[in-house]
């Protein structure tokens, strides 16, 4: 199941939209920073997120977005389409840590520097966000451990 959202960024004063999509388990999928939010970029975002995972999914929740049902009904019409309210919830809680860490950056300069960094830091945030309801304490610890070690090895800290 795949979880479909977008938001408005500012980048240097103008508008954009960051399209977002996150499956069944909080874990982001792809990003794509447009000025847009019409059928033509809802089709760039659906392409690019098909080619990246190389799967369907079996549903798709997303807002009541029109762009959304008019691409899906052309790209993956087999797939179920759920717009209720409130079913998309985890996908507008996923852009907190994204947001909270654009002040820090002093705000996004250019698109393509929002589009790199977002897309890194859901990677990393992937890492980190571990379902710890579903495990054990010490379990938790050690992939903790782990994915900071991983950090530490990649970031040259």
């Known amino acids: 199941m795949w979880y479909l959202d977008e938001v ?21 999928l792809d990003i794509l920073v447009q000025k847009r939010r019409n059928k033509k970029t809802a089709m760039k975002f659906f392409k690019k997120l098909l080619k990246g995972q190389q799967a369907t999914p079996l549903k798709i929740v997303t807002d009541k977005l029109r762009s959304y049902s008019a691409v899906r009904r052309e ?4 797939v179920a389409h759920s717009t209720q309210q409130y079913k998309n919830n985890r996908c507008e809680l996923s852009h907190q840590p994204g947001r909270q860490q654009e002040p820090q950056m ?23 966000r571990l379902g710890r309801h579903k495990m054990q304490a010490d379990n938790d610890r050690i992939l903790r451990e782990r994915a900071f070690s991983e950090w ?6």
């Open 8 to 28: 408005f960024i500012k980048i240097n004063g103008v508008l954009h939209y960051l399209w977002r999509a996150v499956d069944q388990d909080g874990d982001e």
């Open 75 to 78: 790209v993956m019409p087999s």
């Open 106 to 128: 002093r705000r996004f300069k250019s698109q393509g520097q929002a589009q790199r960094f977002l897309t890194c830091h859901g990677i990393v945030n992937n890492l980190f």
């Open 152 to 157: 530490t090895r990649v970031s040259c800290v």
